[in-house]
């Protein structure tokens, strides 16, 4: 079985400074991970994912997420934070195997301070 | 958003009402995926789909069905709506591949009064 937990249901930071959204996964098979974002009384969207490439992940709008399998961590950061950044984001798991189950996480809401 | 539309965008309905969601898509995705986003509980999944009358149920299925009669189109109803299926559904789409991406439609606002 699969599961995922973000540490954090709400994280604010500056504009301009450092984003960190932490994310823990369980996963009985090797996993996939995946970062969505969604934007006020918006669908959700792709920033990246990890597919058992690079354990290193570049994703769009400058995030990028670490796999860590020591931890089993998938950390998000981005340098620097933009207002535009201000969002709800989700930490997501899916056991490559058969049909794509995702188990997402409860969610991180970002809040960016001018 | 990767050429889904859901319909419609927005319903509200009484106790004890059916309801049918309908989800399409231009992309010719095997796979079609339902979900509800409540708060504090991120998205969870309700039915998917492996291909046309090919369906599964997931995380959250009591109370819903669906039907799958063409490729593009994923119907997801409630026979007999109640409150606590108050929700926002979500469509989703995929390839074949575990590791490939799911798109997500704009999404459907339900309240059920």
């Known amino acids: 079985a699969q599961s995922v937990t973000q540490l954090d249901s709400h994280v604010s930071v500056s504009e301009g400074t450092p984003v960190l959204l932490r994310c823990n996964y369980s996963s009985s098979y090797s996993p996939s991970l995946f970062w969505y974002v969604q934007h006020p009384n918006k669908g959700l969207q792709l920033l990246l994912k990890?597919?058992?490439?690079?354990?290193l992940v570049k994703g769009i709008n400058g995030f990028e997420a670490e796999f860590k399998k020591s931890e089993t961590s998938f950390h998000l950061t981005k340098p620097s934070a933009h207002m535009s950044d201000a969002a709800e984001y989700f930490c997501v798991v899916s056991a490559n195997q058969g049909a794509q189950k995702l188990v997402f996480g409860q969610g991180t809401r970002l809040t960016i301070n001018p | 958003d990767a050429g889904i539309t859901q319909s419609p965008r927005h319903k509200v309905t009484e106790t004890g009402t059916p309801v049918t969601l309908r989800c399409h898509q231009t992309?010719?995705?095997?796979?079609m995926y339902w979900y509800r986003q409540d708060p504090g509980h991120g998205l969870r999944l309700i039915h998917y789909?492996?291909?046309?009358?090919?369906?599964d149920k997931g995380e959250v299925s009591d109370g819903y069905s669906v039907s799958r009669s063409k490729t593009e189109d994923f119907l997801l109803t409630l026979e007999s709506a109640t409150s606590s299926q108050t929700s926002v559904y979500f469509c989703?789409?995929?390839?074949?591949?575990?590791?490939?991406?799911?798109?997500f439609g704009p999404g459907t606002r339900l309240t059920v009064l």
């Open positions: 992309e010719n995705h095997r796979y």
């Open positions: 990890y597919t058992s490439a690079a354990t």
């Open positions: 989703a789409i995929s390839g074949t591949l575990s590791t490939d991406t799911q798109y």
């Open positions: 789909s492996y291909g046309v009358k090919d369906t």
